[in-house]
């Protein structure tokens, strides 16, 4: 047998390919010592999880997901970075267990939620995951092994939370367990006519429901613009209220569609029908956990619906402040300038966490998903002048467009973030595709 | 079909490929196990991590390295110790090397076969013995698809497996009436620690894929299973191929 010859690519969950290549080891303390970057199961849109191009090797942790412990007392699990929340939610709600915090697919690591500080339906109430993190073992670049708490090397702690992998390579994540009364949710949606209307309607129900999040339909204009549906929910209560056992298969997109498939025309139609098949008022129902926490799950691969060219989403959030007239101006962008996103999500953020460089602060986020096309890095380019002009920021976990002279004005926090990695990694071995772009980097 | 759970397993190979995403399977359903293995440190890690998956107390770790043949009757009598009965003995653990590595250090031969045949077979011979005196029991043995012919590209390799496959078939037929149950395992390419860095072959599987795969044959109670399984069809078409074929062909 011989060594691989053909060329290898690997791209973010956006499907924008560039030479480079994993390393999936079953234990990570050697192959740590020397990698340039780690990645989790690749659920980042854009170049997060991507190599440098001088360096072209990923560590991928998938493989390396062992459980350490979890003590029933405190609720503490500990597990190894490439452990999959998908995996925790299997073995962990029959048990009465729930993530404390969970983003919209289930299908990432520990060491993924880690370095993103993903955030979900609770922000509102919970904060992000690293609220909910105890302990992180990280291998830094200057090749220690450290493991680090709120009280010890604290920096590395928030730097390493939210910091995108550029703190040095997460092998082992500790964090609290919720214990949750069943695994279906008592869910209300909710109509809704527009984009002021949601954001009011967003506020009311976070005083009542743990889990709120909105879907607008972006192409209508006029009246309806901003229209949506809003879907909140509880954890049912409810005496005997089952725990519906995990999908053991989905479907599955084999091929990439077209990529007129996803045009302006089709969006529209779907958005026209998902709308009308809510009825107007409130519905409520009750739904199990992976529906409501994870319906784009229910197909793998969906990202090949994007067809060869890809896709990125533009995710931003905007301080409470300016959230009002910020959203719209947004939204606004996004219809003058013909985007046709399929998917649009907005959610009110809690305050903002201690993740150094942790997207969320408190006002509202909103989320596109754009096919790639000729006009996408204008598009990008405009969102994020309205973005900068109303005191907000992007999601860099799905960014693949922002122009680094961008970045820095919306990124007041950038210069003590680089700080503490240039302690912990004096000679910048630890770098992204991402960084390069974003933070001047060595390629 | 039986779903037996709470099964008293022994299981050599736990710490790593296929037999990790296996064993993971084996205590989510229900069965205790006691892990063998030579690597004290990833014993113990597969050991914790079971513990969490299985929400029970970690399977006890003894001692074995198939290399050495001192090792293996003293390490069965502690796994029946602890588990007090043996429904079931998984050997995944194996050795792989390229034949080209072979011929270049020919010391590696004799420890192929050493740890693929000797160390299995005694460790079979020692864990039959045993069930059989208990009333039966099922073997599950990982082999090769490399066992279903001599092939140009792994001869030693592939006749190690050739004769544990064998033996695993030859024990099936002695000891059928007296409830031993045999189940040889061939997974065709499955990506794991043992490949990394080979070219993958068409087909080429997961582990986890491989565990579902060997769990269904087990419940089954089948003899012979191919996985991933489309290498099931692929090996029916080589072992039809004539030599002078096979004498050409590169694989
Ligand atoms: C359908 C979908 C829905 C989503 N919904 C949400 C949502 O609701 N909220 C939200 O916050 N996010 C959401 N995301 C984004 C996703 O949660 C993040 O991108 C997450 O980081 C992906 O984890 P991963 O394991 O796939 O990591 P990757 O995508 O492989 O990597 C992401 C980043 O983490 C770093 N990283 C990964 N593992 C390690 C490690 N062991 N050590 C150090 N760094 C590491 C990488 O270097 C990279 O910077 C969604 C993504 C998709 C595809
Ligand atoms: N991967 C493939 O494509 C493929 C294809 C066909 C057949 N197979 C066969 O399938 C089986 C499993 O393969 P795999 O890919 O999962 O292998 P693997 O990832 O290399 O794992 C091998 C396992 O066997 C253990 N082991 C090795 N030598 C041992 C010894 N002397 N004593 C005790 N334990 C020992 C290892 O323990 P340590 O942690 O101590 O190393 C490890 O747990 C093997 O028999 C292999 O030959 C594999």
């Known amino acids: ?443 | 079909m039986s779903h037996a759970t709470g099964r008293r397993v022994v299981f050599v190979g736990a710490t790593r490929g296929m037999g990790r995403a296996l064993s993971r399977r084996l205590v989510e359903r229900g069965d205790r196990l006691c892990l063998l293995g030579r690597d004290a440190g990833e014993l113990a890690r597969a050991a914790a991590d079971l513990g969490v998956r299985g929400a029970s107390a970690p399977p006890t770790t003894v001692a074995c390295d198939l290399s050495d043949p001192d090792t293996i009757e003293p390490a069965l009598d502690a796994a029946l110790a602890d588990l007090g009965r043996l429904d079931v003995v998984v050997v995944t653990a194996g050795e792989f090397a390229t034949q080209e590595a072979l011929e270049a250090e020919p010391s590696r031969v004799s420890r192929l076969f050493d740890v693929n045949v000797r160390g299995v077979v005694l460790l079979c011979e020692g864990a039959k013995r045993r069930m059989l005196a208990m009333g039966g029991g099922a073997l599950v043995v990982f082999t090769s698809v490399a066992g279903e012919r001599g092939r140009a590209s792994n001869v030693l390799y592939g006749a190690t497996k050739a004769a544990l496959s064998a033996y695993l078939e030859g024990l099936d037929h002695r000891h059928f009436r007296d409830g031993l149950r045999v189940l040889d395992v061939k997974p065709g390419f499955v990506r794991t620690s043992m490949t990394a860095g080979l070219r993958e072959p068409p087909f080429a599987g997961e582990p986890e894929q491989v565990a579902r795969d060997v769990e269904r044959a087990m419940d089954r109670q089948r003899s012979v299973v191919f996985t991933p399984r489309a290498w099931g069809p692929v090996m029916s078409v080589v072992r039809g191929l004539p030599r002078a074929v096979m004498r050409r062909a590169r694989f």
């Open chain 1, 1 to 443: 047998m011989t060594i691989q010859t053909t060329q290898p690519r690997l791209a973010g969950w956006g499907r924008q390919f560039r030479p480079a290549r994993e390393l999936t080891p079953e234990s990570l303390l050697a192959p740590s010592r020397d990698a340039v970057l780690s990645r989790g199961l690749g659920r980042a849109y854009g170049d997060s999880a991507l190599p440098p191009a001088s360096r072209p090797v990923v560590l991928t942790t998938r493989r390396a997901d062992h459980f350490v412990s979890f003590d029933a007392g405190t609720r503490e699990l500990r597990a190894e970075a490439g452990v999959s929340l998908a995996t925790i939610n299997r073995l962990f709600l029959p048990r009465g267990y729930f993530l404390p915090v969970t983003p919209g697919t289930q299908h990432v690591t520990l060491g993924g939620a880690v370095a993103a500080d993903v955030h979900g339906k609770n922000h509102h109430v919970d904060g992000g995951f690293g609220d909910h993190v105890t302990s992180l073992v990280v291998r830094v670049g200057d090749g220690r092994v450290i493991t680090c708490t709120r009280e010890r090397d604290a920096d590395l702690f928030w730097a390493t939370i939210g910091g995108m992998g550029l703190t040095g390579h997460v092998l082992e994540v500790g964090l609290t367990m919720r214990a949750v009364p069943s695994g279906v949710i008592d869910e209300e949606l909710t109509r809704v006519d527009g984009l002021e209307a949601f954001q009011d309607a967003l506020a009311v129900a976070a005083t009542r429901h743990r889990y709120t999040v909105g879907w607008i339909d972006c192409l209508t204009r006029g009246a309806s613009a901003g229209r949506g549906v809003l879907m909140a929910g509880d954890f049912s209560r409810a005496p005997g209220a089952p725990v519906p056992r995990a999908r053991e298969r989905v479907a599955r997109l084999r091929f990439e569609l077209p990529s007129w498939a996803l045009g302006r025309a089709t969006v529209r139609a779907f958005n026209e029908v998902h709308f009308r098949a809510f009825p107007r008022g409130t519905t409520r129902r009750s739904i199990g956990w992976e529906d409501f926490f994870y319906p784009l799950d229910r197909v793998d691969d969906w990202n090949l619906m994007y067809g060869s060219r890809g896709f990125t989403q533009y995710q931003c959030v905007l301080p409470e402040r300016s959230a009002r007239l910020g959203a719209a101006r947004v939204m606004n962008v996004l219809t003058r300038r013909g985007g046709a996103s399929f998917l649009c999500v907005i959610k009110d953020c809690g305050p903002e966490g201690r993740g150094m460089l942790s997207f969320p602060l408190k006002g509202i986020s909103i989320a596109l998903d754009l096919p790639l096309c000729d006009g996408t890095q204008a598009l990008v380019d405009a969102l994020n002048e309205e973005v900068i002009a109303h005191g907000g920021r992007i999601y860099l976990a799905k960014d693949s467009l922002t122009r680094r002279e961008h970045f820095a004005q919306m990124e007041p926090r950038l210069a003590a973030f680089q700080e503490v990695r240039r302690k912990w990694d004096p000679r910048r071995t630890i770098r992204s595709a991402q960084s390069v772009r974003l933070m001047g980097d060595a390629p």
